[in-house]
Each structure stands twice: as C-alpha cells, then as structure tokens.
C-alpha cells in the first residue's frame, strides 16, 4: 500500500524559514514526479512546487517563487520544501504528492497526481 507522510509543519512568524518532508513507502518512486501543494480555508488547492524524478528540473509556482526549493533523496524515498521569508498568506496545509507525469505543466494540475499524503499544518503568524 502507497503511504505519503509529510513533517516539518509548525507554527512560524513572518519571515521565519521552515523545512518540509515527505517520506514515501509502499513501492519505490525514484522514476515517478513528486510535487508540493497547499490548501488554505475556503481555497482551491494550490501549485507549490514540484521536482522530476531525477531531480534535475523544478517547477514552482509563482507566489513562492525564490522563497521556497523542492529537492528529493530518492534513495531515501522522500521530497523535501525548503521554505523561507515566509509570510502570512503562506499558511495553509501542505501536501505532498507523486505524478506518474515525467514534466512539464502537467505537474501543475492536481488531477495528474496519483497519490497524496495527509498534509501538514503550516501557520505563518504577522
């Protein structure tokens, strides 16, 4: 059975970084894209970042564009978001996710992901 699990959400002030991660069990993702989405309260689901199976290109979405890094271990099975200079309109529930989508905007839509963690609570205080 596919398990996504993310840590690393927490409560943070304006401007704080934090570090996310998502550790992924169940078979072995090494040639699947994963990606970084959040859901803030009454919003639709958001782009955040996503990063090809080797690692060797990102996409990220243009609010968080220089403030945050995907990267992955696939030896580790696990995708990390480095997030800094947070800001407020950065809280939300974050999400990790794994595409059988090798690149390109596809990585954008939600619908083109197969699996999903359980998200993880990020609050960005002003």
Do not use: H
């Amino acid at each position: 059975q596919v398990q996504l699990v993310e840590s690393g959400g927490g409560l943070v002030q304006t401007g704080d970084s934090l570090g996310l991660s998502c550790a992924a069990s169940g078979r072995t993702f090494s040639s699947y894209s994963m990606g970084w989405f959040r859901q803030a309260p009454q919003k639709d689901r958001e782009f955040v970042a996503a990063i090809r199976w080797n690692g060797g290109i990102t996409y990220y979405g243009d609010s968080v564009k220089g403030r945050f890094t995907i990267s992955r271990d696939n030896a580790k099975n696990t995708v990390y978001l480095q997030m800094n200079s947070l800001k407020p309109e950065d809280t939300a529930v974050y999400y990790c996710a794994v595409s059988q989508y090798l690149g390109g905007s596809y990585l954008r839509a939600p619908s083109k992901y197969d699996y999903w963690g359980q998200g993880t609570q990020v609050t960005v205080s002003s």
